[in-house]
């Protein structure tokens, strides 16, 4: 079954607005990481993140392993963070689960 | 940041004939990875490789699909022969840790 379940499946923001994704997980987990995923289609790492919270410039990643969820938090949004977020799971040691994405679009 | 590179980018090929998708990992990594990404839908883990050796692999990764990275040079994702729902982009990453991910290769198969 999904392992992975991130929501929501899409978000329509105006510049300047925060966001919040979630993904939660129906297994245990080892860690989890949070990528971007260009229009093009390459992914880019935002966090690698077994645990707690996690900052960087305007984005915020918080994981809760007893509850088995993360979060991606983007503050003050840009039309430029426009495109898909994807969380994986990291159930055992190296091999990570894909949720199927939140698309985001940010408009001026 | 690392960096991982994927040849080629593109790929198109008849139905039928066999395809070798190149990754050339981030140097120090131990874990490799292939995925598979058919256009609008889900990134679908195929495998996993360490130490030369598969260490998982999925549902998607078939019968015709092979990886192996000889002597430390690129790791290969071979398909033969290739079918018609292979048509995907393919992505390469590899961690120590953090998965780093490839620019990906698109492959048509006609």
């Known amino acids: 079954g999904q392992q992975v379940q991130q929501s929501p499946a899409s978000l329509v923001l105006q510049e300047g607005e925060n966001a919040e994704l979630q993904c939660n997980f129906s297994?245990?987990?080892?860690?989890m990481q949070w990528f971007y995923q260009r229009p093009g289609g390459s992914l880019v790492s935002l966090f690698y993140n077994p645990s707690g919270t996690k900052h960087s410039g305007r984005l915020t990643s918080t994981t809760v392993i007893k509850e088995r969820r993360s979060s991606l938090h983007i503050s003050s949004s840009q039309t430029t963070d426009s495109g898909t977020y994807l969380c994986?799971?990291?159930?055992?040691?190296?091999?990570?689960?894909f949720g199927k994405g939140t698309s985001l679009t940010v408009i001026p | 940041g690392p960096k991982v590179l994927q040849i080629p980018s593109h790929q198109i090929i008849d139905m039928g004939q066999m395809v070798t998708l190149n990754c050339d990992p981030v140097?120090?990594?131990?874990?490799f990875y292939w995925y598979k990404q058919i256009l609008g839908q889900q990134m679908e883990f195929l495998v996993n490789f360490y130490n030369g050796k598969v260490m998982e692999k999925s549902k998607l990764f078939k019968d015709q699909f092979s990886v192996e990275r000889p002597d430390g040079s690129y790791f290969t994702l071979k398909i033969q022969p290739t079918a018609l729902e292979d048509s995907a982009v393919y992505f390469c990453?590899?961690?120590?840790?953090?998965?780093?991910f490839g620019p990906g290769t698109r492959l048509t198969v006609l």
């Open positions: 140097s120090n990594h131990l874990y």
């Open positions: 297994t245990s987990l080892n860690s």
């Open positions: 990453a590899s961690s120590l840790n953090e998965q780093y």
């Open positions: 994986a799971l990291e159930p055992g040691y190296q091999n990570f689960y």
